[in-house]
């Protein structure tokens, strides 16, 4: 059976006696006319006793005047009593209807103050809690792909607030999360779709043509392979993209310059066969908290990439060091450089400096993207110094780690 629309809040309407404002109300409600039972029945006990004495009449203080004042005859109307008995019945019965007035009147104080109370208590629960009647209209408004709803609470600087507060700063971090994903998405599928346009109009045209023979399917092959290589090498990319966007990777203490002088000893063999001179200047004991795999990684693509721009007969010079709070990694090469144009979109997703000749050699243009993010998931940062002509420097910069 499906449910029916709208069901969550019937649900939650049929709940409503057991709500905040509800509880609140009766928790104010109970302790007001607990107070106020307690003080009237404070003020009924204190006056009971005090209406239940001794009548004056035999208070021996007034009663010789009572006996004075007695006539020798009984009462016309056929009372023999003294007048001081005749007073004391009548004082007990004045102090017997006083105190049955005073229950009554203070029965039913407490019963009006009760409901009063109840009234004041939902009312006062009610601004209470309107803030969060708020926030809880905004979160329902807000749906999968709109994130731009704002609570935007007003009033006193108070805890709910903050709490409002804390989930508009959520929300914009979830809004721009969300941007990002979706540029991710639609750059990611506009790269695939590349490589996939190429093979199927090869595989198309020589499919069509009825006179196409064993070179041309090989051609076409050949042109297949190729694109199913870059589409290879973009998946592999986003993967590891994705892989360090993830905050739970491994943090442990870790010996930089180890990272370093290793990546370096794997990439000996490539700048060799490149005719790329690659020299190094490594300090001691650079400390930091990290990924030991994830900054090889991002040292490994900066490296990569300064091979690769570099003509034979170029140099590549890697450098480590730290001072008082960071320690440092750079990477470089006197290659052609970057202009100031494109050392502002050198670290964008899919950037490639020459686009054809990237995608013609399967280059993802995910690398320098990868670094940053690498960089700052470490606490960290990463800088382009470049000059056209002249080369270009590559820095990742990372917290130093001092041993308590």
């Known amino acids: 059976m499906k449910p029916v629309a709208g069901s969550g809040l019937n649900t939650r309407k049929s709940h409503r006696l057991g709500s905040i404002r509800t509880r609140l109300a009766l928790l104010y409600s109970i302790l ?3 107070l106020a039972a307690i003080v009237v029945g404070s003020i009924y006990l204190s006056l009971s006793r005090t209406l239940s004495d001794e009548p004056v009449s035999r208070d021996a203080r ?13 009462d016309p109307g056929g009372d023999s009593r003294p007048v001081g008995g005749r007073l004391a019945a009548f004082e007990e019965e004045v102090n017997r209807r006083a105190l049955d007035r005073l229950r009554t009147y203070s029965v039913t104080a407490v019963a009006a103050l009760f409901l009063g109370s109840l009234a004041v208590g939902w009312y006062v629960a009610g601004l209470v809690l309107r803030p969060i009647g708020r926030i809880s209209s905004v979160a329902r408004e807000i749906s999968a792909t709109d994130l731009s709803r704002r609570i935007e609470l007003g009033g006193p600087d108070d805890e709910l607030r903050d709490m409002a507060d804390t989930f508009d700063e959520m929300l914009g971090r979830l809004d721009v999360a969300f941007e990002s994903q979706q540029r991710f998405v639609q750059e990611a599928s506009h790269e695939l779709r590349n490589p996939l346009a190429v093979l199927r109009a090869n595989l198309d045209v020589v499919m069509a043509d009825p006179d196409a023979d064993t070179d041309d399917f090989r051609a076409a092959g050949e042109v297949a392979g190729r694109a199913a290589a870059r589409m290879s090498a973009l998946v592999d990319d986003l993967l590891l993209y994705a892989h360090h966007e993830r905050t739970d ?22 700048a060799l066969a490149d005719g790329v001179a690659l020299q190094h200047e490594v300090a001691h004991e650079l400390l930091v908290v990290g990924d030991p795999v994830a900054l090889r990684r991002a040292l490994a693509n900066l490296l990569s990439n300064a091979i690769r721009v570099l003509d034979p007969g170029g140099r590549v010079r890697v450098t480590a060091g730290q001072d008082s709070e960071m320690v440092w990694m750079s990477v ?5 450089g970057l202009s100031p144009e494109d050392q502002e979109r050198a670290f964008q997703r899919f950037w490639r400096g020459d686009r054809a000749s ?13 670094v940053r993010q690498i960089a700052e998931a ?26 308590s």
Do not use: C, K, N
């Open 358 to 370: 990237a995608r013609e050699a399967g280059r993802s243009g995910l690398g320098l993207a990868i």
């Open 378 to 403: 470490h606490g960290g940062q990463v800088t382009l110094r470049s000059t056209v002509g002249v080369g270009s420097t590559f820095t990742v910069w990372l917290p130093r780690f001092v041993d």
């Open 32 to 34: 007001l006319f607990g």
């Open 62 to 74: 007034y009663s010789d005047m009572i006996v004075g004042a007695e006539p020798a005859s009984a």
């Open 249 to 270: 990777s491994r943090r442990e203490p870790i010996d930089a310059s180890t990272v370093v002088v290793e990546t370096i000893e794997d990439f000996g063999a490539a």
């Open 332 to 336: 470089l090469d006197d290659g052609p």
